[in-house]
């Protein structure tokens, strides 16, 4: 059975008020967001969420995941190529970029 941790209190412009000892207890502080998810059994659920910069949101499409991970890959196998020096790096670039 869930455990009441405490009651929120919502005002007439819709905002919400999360007393001191529930904010301390869920590590809340001013400027903290919360995503709502709704559980397979119907019931919400408040979790403390990052936002992310729009000028990272690309980051985060699967593509780019994809992409790091396989570089990843690539380091950990050995397998990534090493340049020493910026012209180096640019003839690498180049050669890439007309493949």
């Known amino acids: 059975m869930a ?8 005002d007439k412009r819709g905002r919400a008020v999360f007393p001191l000892a529930l904010r301390r207890e869920l590590g809340l502080s001013e400027g903290a967001h ?3 998810e709704r ?3 119907g019931a919400y659920e ?9 000028d990272q ?4 499409t699967p593509e780019v995941r994809e992409r790091v991970e396989r570089a990843g890959q690539s380091f950990r196998d050995g397998t990534s190529t090493r340049t020493e ?3 180096e790096t640019r003839q690498l670039l180049d050669a890439l ?3």
């Open 3 to 10: 455990q009441v941790l405490g009651f929120v209190t919502v």
């Open 34 to 36: 919360l995503r709502i």
């Open 39 to 41: 559980t397979d059994d």
């Open 46 to 54: 408040l979790v403390p969420a990052e936002l992310v910069p729009r």
């Open 57 to 60: 949101l690309y980051f985060h």
């Open 85 to 87: 020096g910026e012209e």
């Open 97 to 99: 970029k007309s493949r």
